[in-house]
């Protein structure tokens, strides 16, 4: 090394962090004193609240010198970049000697440049063993944070407790904010808490847990969502625990659950097998079995969202079948098909086009709403694909008991109910699909695709979302035979 300014030979330096995950603040002091030729046995590395040599040269605030400065000719410190990478991630841990040891080697890499390359050496063993666990804590973090919402005056609030091992927190603000970037919320830790109001993000100090709010209305529904999904053909309990520690569980609303998800395992997967034989079921033979039957329906996940089965509307015999999506949710408040906005803009279009809804039958793909929850407003979800043909069984028994010569399809969702797969709806409309029991399918958007757009691209798809109506009421005209 060259000249070192303000340094005393065998000194010894002590370096008050002024934050423990204050990575920069460590970098540029190791970077100093580097430069400045001091070992590591010289060096006591301090975060707040801790203690360090009582004989050495004490650095009393980040904002004070009391660190040797390097001469104005001292070269560059070597960093390996693995060294870079892994230290950010070892630095947020919350062993006490984890400076001490990225300083050393630090310190070591200026003699061999390669010294992160022997997985064998016992620093780099432990530097990645801290980087590990640190980046374990902040994946438990992103899956086992749950808010919950505060009542209160004016927005509503959402609030989570979560206990880091390490110094996580602030590292990990960046991720709920995108995450949940248009609600305001807090996350509390015995760490330090994190505070999002849609715009800004705040820091405060270690909270305790009688600080988090205890639950809310909306986490029934949550716990009868997970249930739903619990999949005991694929239950291994050993590595559930790995993967959801119980030190978490009494975060997680779904927690209480398990014990008996996992005593009635056996059960239900006995009953998915039931469930995977249901093409082997005798159909229901009238359209009020259908509705007593999808009213029990437990095949996939939906029908646990807390909804009820909503029903076609029509008779036997109708000449037209009209197959939506799903229900949403004021179909899902009324027990009825197109009731809400989409169906109400539906309804002009069938006037316009001269087709009575009345003297069709009217119905969905999928039998329950499909959502999720923007504060109290529930929004709607598309279905799966798997969903749609769960429920495509029951859409095949409507199908059989009505005998609709024409069947009309609104949507992608519609078409693979009825198909088995998916089209292209631009491909597809304007030309009739002949489907198994002689009846002719005709495809079309959703009128909910319509609500969606404005100007130019309304007006365009309007024009051809009439055209397709239009066309369905020529050809209906031409099945019965008249003029």
């Known amino acids: 090394m060259t000249a070192i300014k303000n340094a005393s030979p065998g000194a010894h330096y002590v370096v008050h962090l002024p934050e423990p995950d204050d990575f920069a603040f460590w970098r540029e002091r190791a970077r100093q004193l580097i430069q400045c030729d001091v070992p590591p046995d010289r ?49 947020l841990h919350s062993d006490t000697e984890r400076f001490s040891l990225l300083y050393r080697m630090l310190w070591r890499l200026q003699s061999n440049p390669r010294a992160m390359e022997d997985k064998a050496d016992p620093d780099v063993r432990r530097i990645e063993d801290l980087d590990k666990s640190v980046r374990r804590d902040s994946h438990k973090m992103h899956a086992f944070v749950r808010f919950r919402l505060v009542e209160g005056d ?50 405060s100090g270690p ?21 739903s999904i619990f999949n005991p053909a694929r239950l291994k309990v050993g590595a559930m625990l790995a993967e959801m520690p119980k030190k978490y569980w009494k975060n997680m609303p779904e927690a209480e659950l398990i014990p008996d998800l996992i005593a009635g395992a056996q059960a ?28 029990a329906c437990r095949d996939c996940p939906i029908a646990e969202c807390g909804t009820r089965a909503v029903m076609g509307e029509g008779t036997p015999g109708a000449p037209l079948m009209i197959v939506g999506e799903q229900p949403g949710d004021q179909e899902d408040q009324q027990g009825r098909p197109f009731v809400g906005p989409a169906g109400q803009l539906f309804d002009e279009y069938l006037v316009q086009a001269g087709i009575d809804r009345s003297a069709a039958y009217v119905t969905n793909a999928v039998k329950h709403f499909k959502f999720s929850w923007r504060g109290k407003r529930r929004l ?8 749609v043909d769960t429920c495509r069984w029951w859409l095949e028994s409507e199908r059989a008991i009505v005998k609709p010569r024409v069947v009309l399809a609104l949507g992608a969702s519609a078409a693979r109910g009825l198909l088995g797969k998916t089209v292209s709806i631009a491909r597809a409309r304007g030309e009739a699909i002949a489907l198994d ?34 066309t369905v009421k ?10």
């Open 268 to 295: 239900r997967e006995a009953g998915m097998v039931a469930a995977g034989e249901r093409e082997e079921r005798k159909r229901p033979e009238s359209l009020a079995a259908i509705a007593e039957d999808i009213s």
């Open 437 to 470: 029991d002689g009846s002719e399918l005709w495809v079309t958007a959703h009128p909910s695709y319509l609500l969606r757009l404005d100007g130019a691209a309304r007006e365009e798809q309007a024009a051809l979302f009439a055209r397709d109506l239009a």
């Open 380 to 387: 709607h979800q598309s279905p799966a694909a798997k969903e």
């Open 43 to 91: 060096v006591n590395w301090v975060e707040p609240g801790g203690t360090g040599d009582l004989f050495a040269q004490a650095e009393p605030s980040p904002e004070e010198s009391g660190l040797p400065r390097p001469a104005n000719d001292v070269g560059p410190v070597r960093v390996a970049k693995r060294f870079m990478s892994l230290a950010r991630g070892a630095a």
């Open 474 to 483: 020529a050809r209906l005209r031409e099945l019965e035979g008249a003029p």
């Open 207 to 227: 909270a305790q847990r009688s600080d988090a709010p205890q639950g809310d209305p909306i986490e029934e529904l949550w716990k009868s969502y997970y249930s």
């Open 154 to 203: 004016g927005d509503e609030h959402y609030v989570a407790w979560f206990e880091p091992d390490h110094h996580i927190v602030r590292a990990n603000a960046g991720f709920f904010m995108r995450r949940f970037a248009n609600m305001n919320w807090t996350i509390l830790t015995p760490r330090g808490c994190l505070h999002w109001d849609g715009t800004t993000m705040r820091e």
